[in-house]
């Protein structure tokens, strides 16, 4: 037993001796194990007398051309616009079938949840209220009216308050998408004598729309009704914060995006309404409450291009509660 003692402790000495690392030495040290720990290569920058310039980091060959990444030779692929810097009207893509409908299925990823199926707006992420600006619905004149760069860039860029999608989805699907939200716009103003050319059954899709509706005013009318909560200016203020109106509404008349609500209440402006008449309107409540809900009706002429989106989703409590604060911005 006691030699067995022995020659452990002079097995345990010689390893700790052979292992310690840190210590100085003239020696290269045991590496068992290269893990490709040392290889021959040149760092970044480095010199390298190889070479006549000196250079270990190596210009392309004359002539490479970049692949994927080419971004600038061809603008209104890459980017949407002319070289003067002007969106361009109409996408630079074959358009197919097939093209399409990759369209559909790339939108049906990545934006659906927000601007919704048909592009009304109404996707999960608005509808189910967790407080994020809302997306607008492609159907409005201002969006049916924009060249297809415009549209395009809000998918490279973002826009806003919308973040860009330029990492996940790629340059000419991309393209794809766009054409797709126009062949959305088309089919929303569709009237049901144009759709009788095409071969569709009309009656069995509106038998299927009554169907889903009398579901949905089911399913409402078996919950529970709930006490809804005071409507309150602090409510009004936290609920501004949280679904984005102050990225472009200030409180203090500060010029944003929109007009400030400072002052708003009592004050007379030119607006244009939905019929194109331009009118001189004292700003009220009223007009408040419908500038959140449907922003559209009576446009403000020095924002007559309005971005803002309807609230109509918010809960009563809160539009409410919005209108006061509002309302208390003018007070003082
Ligand atoms: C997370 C929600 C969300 C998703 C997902 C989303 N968007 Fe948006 N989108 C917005 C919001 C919010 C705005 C309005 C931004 C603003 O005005 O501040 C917007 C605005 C737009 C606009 C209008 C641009 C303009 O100039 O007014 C277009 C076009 C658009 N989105 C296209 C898309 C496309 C295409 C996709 C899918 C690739 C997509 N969006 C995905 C939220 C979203
Ligand atoms: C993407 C920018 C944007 C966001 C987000 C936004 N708005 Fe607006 N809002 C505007 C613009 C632009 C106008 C002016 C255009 C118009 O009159 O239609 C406007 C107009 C208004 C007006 C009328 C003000 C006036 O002086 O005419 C009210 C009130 C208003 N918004 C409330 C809200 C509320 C409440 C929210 C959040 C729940 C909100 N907005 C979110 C851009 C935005």
Redesign the pocket.
Same mark, same amino acid.
């Given at each position: 037993m006691k030699g067995f003692f022995k020659i452990a402790g002079i097995l345990a000495l010689g390893y700790t001796l052979t292992a310690c690392q840190g210590q100085l030495s003239e020696k290269p040290p045991v590496h068992p194990v290269l893990n490709m720990d040392q290889q021959p290569r040149k760092e970044a920058q480095e010199e390298n007398n190889f070479f006549a310039d000196g250079r270990s980091m190596r210009q392309p060959v004359e002539g490479t051309v970049a692949r994927g990444f080419n971004t600038t030779s061809d603008l209104e692929y890459y980017k949407g616009e002319t070289p003067e810097g002007e969106w361009i009207e109409e996408m630079p893509v074959e358009m197919t079938r097939s093209f399409l409908y990759r369209g559909k299925k790339q939108y049906e990823v990545f934006c659906s949840v927000c601007h919704g199926k048909t592009g009304a707006g109404d996707g999960i992420v608005i509808t189910g209220n967790y407080g994020l $600006?809302?997306a607008p619905a492609y159907h409005d004149i201002r969006l049916k009216n924009a060249p297809d760069g415009l549209l395009y860039s809000a998918i490279a860029n973002g826009v806003?308050?919308m973040p860009s999608y330029a990492t996940q989805i790629k340059v000419k699907d991309r393209w794809a998408i766009v054409a797709y939200i126009r062949a959305l716009q088309e089919s929303q103003s569709i009237t049901e004598d144009e759709l009788e050319q095409y071969d569709v059954d009309i009656a069995a899709l509106n038998e299927e729309y009554a169907q889903e509706q009398a579901l949905q005013d089911s399913l409402e009318a078996a919950k529970e009704p709930e006490e809804a909560p005071e409507a309150t200016i602090a409510l009004?203020k936290q =609920? /501004?914060a949280g %679904? #984005?109106? =102050?990225?472009?509404?200030s409180s203090d008349g500060s010029p #944003?995006?929109?007009? /400030?609500?400072g002052g =708003?209440l009592g004050?007379t402006?030119e $607006?244009v309404t939905q019929d194109g008449e331009t009118i001189t309107i004292t700003?009220d409540e009223d007009?408040?409450?419908e /500038? !959140?809900v449907s922003? %559209?009706a009576?446009?403000?002429v020095?924002?007559? %291009? /309005? $971005?803002?989106?309807p609230?109509s989703h918010?809960p009563e409590h809160e539009?409410e509660s919005? =209108?006061l604060? !509002?309302k208390s911005l003018s007070d003082n």
């Amino acid at each position: 037993m006691k030699g067995f003692f022995k020659i452990a402790g002079i097995l345990a000495l010689g390893y700790t001796l052979t292992a310690c690392q840190g210590q100085l030495s003239e020696k290269p040290p045991v590496h068992p194990v290269l893990n490709m720990d040392q290889q021959p290569r040149k760092e970044a920058q480095e010199e390298n007398n190889f070479f006549a310039d000196g250079r270990s980091m190596r210009q392309p060959v004359e002539g490479t051309v970049a692949r994927g990444f080419n971004t600038t030779s061809d603008l209104e692929y890459y980017k949407g616009e002319t070289p003067e810097g002007e969106w361009i009207e109409e996408m630079p893509v074959e358009m197919t079938r097939s093209f399409l409908y990759r369209g559909k299925k790339q939108y049906e990823v990545f934006c659906s949840v927000c601007h919704g199926k048909t592009g009304a707006g109404d996707g999960i992420v608005i509808t189910g209220n967790y407080g994020l $600006v809302p997306a607008p619905a492609y159907h409005d004149i201002r969006l049916k009216n924009a060249p297809d760069g415009l549209l395009y860039s809000a998918i490279a860029n973002g826009v806003r308050t919308m973040p860009s999608y330029a990492t996940q989805i790629k340059v000419k699907d991309r393209w794809a998408i766009v054409a797709y939200i126009r062949a959305l716009q088309e089919s929303q103003s569709i009237t049901e004598d144009e759709l009788e050319q095409y071969d569709v059954d009309i009656a069995a899709l509106n038998e299927e729309y009554a169907q889903e509706q009398a579901l949905q005013d089911s399913l409402e009318a078996a919950k529970e009704p709930e006490e809804a909560p005071e409507a309150t200016i602090a409510l009004g203020k936290q =609920v /501004s914060a949280g %679904n #984005g109106c =102050v990225a472009c509404h200030s409180s203090d008349g500060s010029p #944003g995006i929109g007009p /400030s609500w400072g002052g =708003v209440l009592g004050s007379t402006a030119e $607006v244009v309404t939905q019929d194109g008449e331009t009118i001189t309107i004292t700003k009220d409540e009223d007009y408040i409450r419908e /500038s !959140i809900v449907s922003p %559209n009706a009576k446009k403000d002429v020095e924002y007559e %291009n /309005s $971005v803002m989106a309807p609230f109509s989703h918010l809960p009563e409590h809160e539009i409410e509660s919005l =209108v006061l604060y !509002i309302k208390s911005l003018s007070d003082n």
